[in-house]
C-alpha cells in the first residue's frame, strides 16, 4: 500500500510543476517580437525563429533547426509562446544590447526513447 502512495504522490509532485498562466491574452508590442532570432544549443545544432505578423496577441512562426521546419499561428502570453516541442520567452536585452529570447525544446532520441530538454539564448538579428 504505501507503494501506491510514494508513486501517487511523486506524480501530483510531477504534474504540480505544470501549473498553468491564469493570465488574460492581452496585445503585445509587435516590434519586440517581429524579425529572425538565432541561437546554438549545447549540442552544437543550429535553430532559427522567425516571428511575423504580429497582431494583439496572435503571431505567424517559422522554427526550423537541422532538417525540423514548423510553421504555427501562436498565441503570446506572459512574453512567451509554444511552437511544436519548443517554447519562446522574451527575456529583454543581453550584455551587448541585442534583444534576447531563450529558447527550450523537448528532444525525443529515437532509438532510447528518452526525452531530453535542450536550452539555448536567441538573439534577434
Given at each position: 500500500m504505501a507503494d501506491i502512495w510514494n508513486i501517487i504522490s511523486s506524480?501530483?509532485?510531477t504534474v504540480g510543476g505544470a501549473v498553468?498562466?491564469?493570465s488574460k491574452y492581452v496585445a503585445v508590442d509587435a516590434d519586440k517580437y517581429v524579425g529572425s532570432?538565432?541561437?546554438?544549443y549545447a549540442n552544437g545544432k543550429s535553430f532559427d525563429v522567425t516571428i511575423?505578423?504580429?497582431n494583439?496577441?496572435?503571431a505567424k512562426v517559422k522554427y526550423q533547426s537541422g532538417s525540423t521546419v514548423k510553421y504555427q499561428d501562436v498565441l503570446i502570453r506572459d512574453s512567451a509562446f509554444r511552437i511544436g516541442?519548443?517554447?519562446f520567452l522574451l527575456t529583454g536585452k543581453d550584455v551587448n544590447?541585442?534583444?534576447s529570447a531563450l529558447i527550450a525544446t523537448i528532444a525525443t532520441n529515437p532509438v532510447t526513447g528518452v526525452s531530453t530538454m535542450e536550452k539555448a539564448t536567441a538573439?534577434?538579428?
Open positions: 506524480n501530483y509532485v498553468p498562466s491564469h532570432w538565432k541561437g546554438k511575423s505578423n504580429v494583439g496577441f496572435r516541442d519548443s517554447k544590447g541585442k534583444d538573439t534577434r538579428n
